[in-house]
């Protein structure tokens, strides 16, 4: 049975610091005003609502034990739609719309939300613990090194310099910054409020155009100290000893921002539109996940995106449009490299190093970004897909009805 | 019943008192539990005592466990089911548990150095008094040889100090004098040798309370800082990736440890104490703990005790020795000699160049004062017992004289004939030498069996093996004698019979060519550097060569090949070396440049031109294959000059091997590890290995016999 995106919303990225727009509300807050968006917007009967998959990195404290129904029950939903929080790092948001949409295809429902929530500001990156860092026996067997380590790493093996990072850094500030002049987000923005109902911020905050490979010299690399200093750098070596040394290259300006936000797509099949009143506008093709080599860790993108083209039966030039994460800007560089993918079909609207990355929402952001450019510049298929921690890598592949 | 522990009761307290009749200090045996056991059930039950104070009669408090024990039950502890290992590793902490929960207060008198398991019996105590000696050591220094204190002491340390502050007493083993211990809430009370028991009384007198902290319903860890706290969590990941960058997993006992640190605390103390000693049960599976204990306790105390020699001449007394050459060698040699308290002529062929020989020495033991590792005045003394001279009149009446000079036949055959002329009857004559035969530089001596090779290792005030050579006319008093003198420094001596590179340089040698052959092979520098410190190696072989000079390895070469003329065969990484140094004017750092690059004031760098004289190769080969390369040729290597006589010992061949040239103290040295692998895999490996990259990997005919006969080198 086919699954179809209905609609979807997001909220604008506030900078995820005690100084960030959207610093004062609750991640339930965020994620129920988004999911009262995307009912109101369409006057949807959330009875026909079968289930809430949200995305949460730090499911801890206010994000805790399960935010999807809190927030389900929060937005004034019918009290008969449950709601779940998944973890899969970066790509919870999407895998959240695969979930999704799996329960669609699979006929058991007629529709569901997918989405995701991340309070960065609030719960901060690492709240959430974890075994994965912290216990010996885990870290050592699995040459954990941090991530920003793990994306110097990438640049280093590929030969991605400093300006190499820089000047895909700036494109991605200019196309965002370009894309909101246009109003080419103005469709899916539901901007955030205070308790007053007052709207505290509707455009992403850190979008900065103005920047240029100069400014973005005086910016010092981020993870040279965690790698030289405190171990991490000697630990990739064990796993990558082709490697002379770590080159650090990455910093502030061409990774992705620290931001908080919250997104939700709306997934049916072809009856719940017709009962609903509403017209399809994409369908989903085929998802992926996959695991891969933890210590490099960001790479994952490329094997979840060819797995998810052989379940579509379909090759890189069969899609027309891509957005992939920026959650660094060597994982972009090595994606393009490793797919040939030219960097006009990509990211064409900027994303996370210029408007940053709600962990546990991206996904859901990015898929709904692509549909909307899709829209505008009449394509038929896209493909959104994040690396996320620990050597996984999601996909998913839409196309237009 | 008791035996090594006496139980007297002094009015209402008892006293413990630590005294194994038959032996010069305290050990924990199998006697120890049963007296410990006895006196804990005792004072439990004895009415009217309140409590019992530890002290010990010998001057060392407590040693830990007998390692020799250790060792020699490996085979038979290695053969048990894990869990009933685990239950005779376990019998030390069980007990100290009892004592620990035994309802009345136990205070210990620390009253002597206290390290490993003697430690963690003090802090099973309810209350430690330690007593003002000078030297006196408090410390768990486990991790040192592979292991972790299982007698409890990463789990109440943790709980006694937290996470961060437990980790470098457990990680590095350091040890503590009394008022650290006490500025680290390791102890209660500093307190003056005479009152020490007397303290300890009165506070088991003072009815205090005996339930520790962790057994009380409200405890937390110090300043609630457990292992999920976030607070400790980053604290965590650089620990983590510190030990495992600088281990690369090689020591299972760091991890352990940590592993320790980070589960312990979550759990009740009983179920925490059985964690730590299953981890120290699966150290003891792993092979590596013996290995290491063998030769970094075992062996190495075997050679410190002069194993090798001879008995029925007598021991010389050194006062006077000389040295000469005052470069880096002879200086430090100089140097360590006069810090024993030994006058030293340190020579050279000017006054002036012997005074900078001194000067240099000067300045290093002034830095030694700087940095608080010597006395300003033991700095003083020592200068004053060299003398710098250009005289060969001076070495009248010196019982050694080390002849440090340039690695050249010429130089040092008439050095050795004037030292003929000036010395005593029986003087020993020693030379420094790394490579040449000294057989053959005794023959430039009138007494070629007072003639030995003396080898040291640079620098020479740190590194503390010495590998004694013995020519073929060498005699056993001169063996004797320079054993003497090299114990007196407080060095580890090794023998070794004579051969061109002796064991050390030989052994090394072998890594060092495999190291640089790979880059002519096209093989990437940074792998063949990389996964040498995989292996454990200190230091990437390029890099060696860089330090030793380029220029140098060509040099010693062409000598080798003009004293073997035909019989000589280059090395596989002659044609490298040559190419680099005689070809490129490329000779190591000191010309600025060799394998590596030298940038000022930054990091060295793999010299980028390499790879457009050996272009890489691809595929590259697996980092499991240039390992297992570097490895073996390292292992035949060594049982070559077994093979050969060149050693006689196994020991002598791992202590040299790890203390002498760095080789990976996780294999307890080459001997060690090839029985630790078994004599079968390694033959099998080599067979491989010759198939791959020629016959240098031939196994030898010795480990072929081994394998056939299933033979070891130890037991």
Known sequence: MDAFIYDHVRTPRGKGKSDGKLHEVTAVSLASQTLAALRDRSSLDTQLVEDVVMGCVAPVGEQGSNIARIAVMMAGYDESVPGFQINRYCSSGLEAVNIAAAKVMAGQGMAAIGGGVESMSRVPMGTGGGAWATDPDVAFRTYFVPQGVSADLIATLHGYSRNDLDGYAVASQQRAAKAWSEGRFARSIAPVKDILGVTLLDHDETVRGNVTLESLASLKPSFAEMGEKYGSDGVALLRYPQVERIEHRHHAGNSSGIVDGAAAVLVGNAAFGRKAGLKPRARIRAFASIGSEPTIMLTGPTPATQRALKLARMSTADIDLIELNEAFAAVVLRYMEALSIPHDKINVNGGAIAMGHPLGATGAMILGTLLDEMERRNLGTGLATLCVGAGMGTATIIERV | ?715
């Open chain 2, 1 to 715: 019943m008791n035996q090594v522990i006496r139980y007297e009761l002094e009015g209402d307290v008892a006293l413990w008192m630590l005294d194994n009749p038959r032996k010069s200090t305290n050990t924990i045996d199998q006697a120890f539990l049963d007296d410990l056991e006895a006196c804990i059930t005792r004072l439990q039950s004895e009415e009217g005592t309140r409590g019992a104070v530890i002290t010990s009669a010998k001057a060392l408090f407590l040693a830990g466990a007998d390692l020799n024990d250790l060792e020699r039950n490996d085979e038979v502890m290695r053969k048990l089911p894990p869990a009933e290992m685990f239950e005779k590793v376990f019998s030390l902490s069980r007990l100290l548990r009892k004592l620990e929960t035994c309802g009345k207060p136990v205070a210990c008198a620390i009253n002597g150095t206290a390290m490993g398991g003697g430690l963690e019996i003090a802090l099973a105590c309810h209350q430690r008094f330690v007593a003002e000696i000078p030297g006196l050591q408090l410390g768990l220094p486990e991790v040192q040889i592979g292991l972790l204190p299982a007698g409890g002491g990463t789990q109440r340390l943790v709980r006694m100090l937290g996470i961060q502050a437990a980790m470098p007493c457990l990680l590095e083993g350091k040890s503590l004098d009394p008022q650290a211990a006490l500025t680290a809430r390791i102890v209660d009370a500093v307190v003056p040798r005479g009152e020490i028991v007397e303290r300890a009384k009165q506070w088991v007198r003072s009815g205090p309370d005996c339930v520790k902290p962790w057994d009380k319903e409200d405890f937390r860890m110090p300043r609630g800082a457990g292992p999920m706290d976030p607070r400790v969590a980053g604290l965590l990941v650089v620990s983590n990736a510190l030990v495992h960058e600088k281990t690369a997993d090689n020591l299972p006992a760091p991890r352990a440890i940590l592993s320790c640190l980070y589960e312990g605390p979550l759990l009740p103390m009983d179920l925490a104490l059985r964690l730590e000693c299953k981890y120290m049960t699966r150290l003891l599976i792993d092979g590596t703990t013996r290995n290491m204990v063998r030769t970094l306790f075992i062996n190495k105390s075997k050679c410190e005790k002069l194993y090798r020699r001879p008995a029925d001449i007598p021991v010389t007394q050194f006062t006077k020795i000389g040295v000469i050459g005052s470069g880096l060698m002879g200086a430090g040699i100089a140097q360590v000699a006069a810090r024993a308290g030994i006058e030293v002529v340190l020579m050279d062929v000017d006054l002036a160049t012997a005074e900078r020989g001194k000067a240099a020495i000067a300045k290093r033991l002034n830095d030694s004062v700087t940095k608080g590792r010597l006395a300003a005045d033991k700095a003083e003394s020592t200068l004053a017992r060299i003398t710098s001279s250009n005289d060969y009149a001076a070495l009248r009446g010196a019982q050694l004289v080390v002849e440090a000079v340039f690695e050249d036949r010429g130089i040092k055959s008439k050095v050795i004939a004037a030292v003929d002329e000036i010395v005593g009857p029986n003087a020993v004559l020693a030379s420094n030498t790394s490579t040449l035969p000294i057989t053959g530089l005794a023959g430039y001596s009138k007494r070629a069996k007072n003639f030995i090779g003396l080898h040291f290792f640079s620098p020479v005030d740190r590194m503390p093996l010495v590998e004694i050579i013995r020519g073929k006319k060498t005699d056993d008093a001169t063996l004797a004698r320079v054993l003497d003198f090299v114990q007196r420094l407080r060095k580890t001596p090794i023998v070794v019979n004579d051969s061109r590179g002796f064991f050390t340089s030989r052994f090394f040698g072998s890594y060092v060519n495999e190291g640089i052959a790979m880059v002519g092979e096209g093989v990437a520098p940074a792998l063949i550097e990389n996964t040498a410190r995989i292996l454990g190696m200190p230091v990437g072989p390029l890099a060696v060569q860089d330090e030793v000079g380029l220029d140098l390895a060509v040099s010693v070469t062409r000598q080798t090949k003009a004293d073997l003329g035909d019989a000589w065969q280059p090395g596989t990484s002659y044609p490298i070396v040559e190419k680099l140094s005689a070809g490129l004017g490329r000779h190591g750092r000191k010309s600025g440049g060799g394998f590596y690059d030298y940038p000022q004031g930054g990091k060295k760098r793999l010299w980028s031109g390499l790879s457009d004289i050996w272009p890489a190769r691809e595929p590259q080969p697996a980092v499991t294959e240039v390992r297992r390369r570097m490895l073996y040729i390292q292992l035949i290597e060594a049982i070559k000059c077994m093979q050969e006589g060149v050693l006689e010992y196994a020991a002598d061949g791992d202590v040299g091997a790890v203390f002498g040239v760095g080789f990976p103290a996780y294999t307890g040295g080459p001997f060690s590890y090839i029985d630790h692998l078994g004599a079968a895999r390694v033959l099998r490996e080599c067979n491989e290995l010759a198939k791959r990259h020629g016959e240098r990997f031939k196994a030898p005919r010795l480990l072929r016999e081994m394998a056939r006969d299933g033979k070891r080198f130890y037991g």
